[in-house]
């Protein structure tokens, strides 16, 4: 095990540099120059000058390439041209927020599929079947950015049950986290009904089934425990259409996380916080593949020998 | 199922091809003094923040997202077959380049890589298929170095190199139309996908630049109002 857990993580050591060196070339990508672009046409050549030497844009590129992976290794991510704080500390504050949304969804969607995806497969070809999938290929086909003004639009404004911004109580969480998660929740629930009904066909649950296990100990205590391995490896692969959803999401309910951060770093023209939002997803997406790559091993001893 | 999904998928294109021509208003016309009105007779889908007529913005919007789909979906295609089928067939570090930056991209979330590049680029249509066709190419080169890998091996390739065919002729003559059926599949899974990430993009602003309608331009405008003016 430990050797398949090396393997996996020296796999990811390339990759990683790789997202540190585009994330790199994002600041020299801006056209003409990057310095007089964040400042804006009308800025001053004194004020242009001081700027590109502030981000060492004077500087040789191998120069610059170095001492951006120098900065990352210590975890300094340059300082925010807005704020003028360390981008580090303003990525940490915003952290929390976005994990526990991306969290919130990720429970959502595992509570609603689950259940959804075992009615399916129990009933298969009936109408709670015919209901439950076509309930999941609505959550695919709806973008979260209709979703969530929707939800805003019901249960904030109409019927003015939730609050529709910001972050606060639990109540703040849930129209968050069922936009969020309604999708992630949709794509679950087909996979749970297509794995479940392979499981179901297999014969240790007819064994089962012989030996008088009743019909739902049977599905829910042999099948769906073995359809759950690979419901979890999707969930995990799923996360980072989570973090991206997060940007939309945030900026739809005034959610304080990275991903309105993001935005709104976009909007000031404040590049190092952009590079610092999306190297902090990036890195976490691969983070989180690289856990999912480990559970899978964990969960399955025949893919580690493979 | 797949009847229901054609028709769905027809009705868009036909909207697209004839919405601009049978729209009741001129898209970009304003009348501030019937701002944020309620569906009429007159006005099927009520008029915006500014008086434009909602349902001529949604009918030449559709028209917008089906040409970056189409065009995201295409460039990214070519970009993809190119270099997958050269990956697939050369091998060696040729394959080695190509496979590694398919994996630094797909290290990415999609669209937080085309938000990215858009804002450095700076918010517009072109820079949004640019993004998009920049991330896009990646599934297709995937797709088509695992199928050339195949293929490169059966017999009808040996024999048109015992033939004589130029490496390029075996590419494009013997391989490529080898892989199309399977890059067809992706590509009408692209196009929905290229669709849906332009308004995405275009509601976080960084897309579609006003006062040119898209969907999801069209969208971030009504989400915005929405919470004050629901109906």
């Known amino acids: 095990m430990l050797r398949y857990l090396a393997r996996r993580v020296v796999l990811t050591i ?41 981000l060492g844009l004077d500087r040789p590129l191998a120069v610059q390439y170095g001492s951006f992976l120098a900065g990352l290794v210590k975890g300094d991510l340059g300082t925010s041209l807005r704020t003028g704080a360390p981008v580090t500390s303003q990525i940490a504050e915003r952290v929390p927020a976005t994990f526990e949304l991306a ?17 399916a497969a129990v009933w298969r070809g009936t109408a709670v079947d015919h209901a439950a999938m076509a309930f999941a290929l609505a959550g695919i086909s709806i973008p979260n950015f209709w979703l969530g003004p929707l939800l805003a639009l019901i249960f904030g404004v109409e019927l003015g049950w939730l609050p529709v911004s910001g972050r606060g109580g639990l109540d703040h969480l849930v129209l968050p986290a069922i936009s969020l998660g309604g999708a992630l929740a949709a794509i679950l629930a087909r996979m749970t009904r297509a794995t479940l009904l392979e499981e179901l066909r297999e014969l240790y649950v007819r064994a089962a089934r012989a030996r008088g296990v009743s019909r739902v100990r049977a599905v829910l205590a042999h099948a769906l425990r073995n359809s759950l391995i690979p419901i979890v490896t999707i969930a995990g692969l799923q996360f980072g259409a989570v973090l991206t959803g997060a940007v939309i999401t945030e900026t739809i309910f005034s959610w304080p996380g990275i991903g309105r951060l993001l935005i709104q770093s976009i909007g000031f023209r404040d590049y190092p916080m952009v590079q610092g939002c999306i190297l902090l997803i990036a890195v976490t997406y691969v983070g989180v593949n690289l856990v999912t790559d480990v559970l899978y091993g964990v969960l399955d001893p025949r893919i580690r020998f493979e | 199922m797949t009847r229901a999904g054609a028709i769905i998928v027809g009705m868009a294109v036909l909207l697209a091809v004839v919405g601009p021509f049978i729209t009741p208003f001129d ?8 701002r944020l009105e309620g569906p009429t007779p007159t ?19 559709a ?16 970009i993809g077959i190119m270099l997958g089928a050269i990956a697939g067939y050369f091998g060696g570090r040729v394959d080695e380049i190509v496979s590694r930056m398919i994996d630094i991209l797909l290290a990415f979330p999609g669209l937080l ?16 298929v640019l993004a998009l066709s920049i991330i896009g190419w990646v599934g297709y080169a995937r797709l088509v170095r695992g199928q050339v890998l195949r293929v490169r091996e059966l017999e009808y390739v040996l024999a048109a190199r015992a033939a004589g065919a130029t490496t390029g ?12 059926p399977a890059v067809s599949v992706q590509a009408t899974l692209g196009m929905g996908g290229a669709i849906l990430s332009e308004a995405s993009l275009s509601f976080l602003g960084l897309g579609v630049q006003p006062p040119t309608p898209s969907w999801g331009r069209c969208s971030a405008t009504a989400a915005r109002i929405c919470s004050t003016r629901p109906t």
Not at chain 1, 104 to 116: E, K, N, Q, R, Y
Not at chain 2, 48 to 59: I, P, T, Y
Not at chain 2, 113 to 128: D, E, H, K, M, Y
Not at chain 2, 169 to 180: E, F, N, T
């Open chain 1, 103 to 119: 969290v919130a969804a990720m429970v959502v969607a595992m509570v609603v599929s689950i259940p959804l995806g075992v009615i």
């Open chain 2, 63 to 78: 028209r917008i997202s089906l040409v970056v789909g189409l065009v995201v979906v295409c460039v990214s295609a070519t």
């Open chain 2, 27 to 34: 898209p970009s016309t304003q009348q501030l003094a019937l």
């Open chain 2, 169 to 180: 002729r075996i590419l494009l003559r013997h391989l490529v139309p080898a892989v199309l």
């Open chain 2, 113 to 128: 890589l085309a938000i990215a590049f858009v804002a450095v680029l700076g918010p517009s249509l072109v820079n949004v």
């Open chain 2, 43 to 61: 006005h099927w889908l009520g008029l915006d923040e500014l008086g434009r007529d909602v349902l001529s913005r949604v009918l030449t919007g």
């Open chain 1, 14 to 54: 390339p990759v990683l540099v790789g997202v540190a060196t585009l994330v790199f070339a994002l600041i020299h990508m801006i056209p003409g120059d990057p310095a007089q672009s964040m400042l804006g046409e009308s800025a001053v050549p004194a004020d242009v000058d001081a700027l590109r030497r502030k």
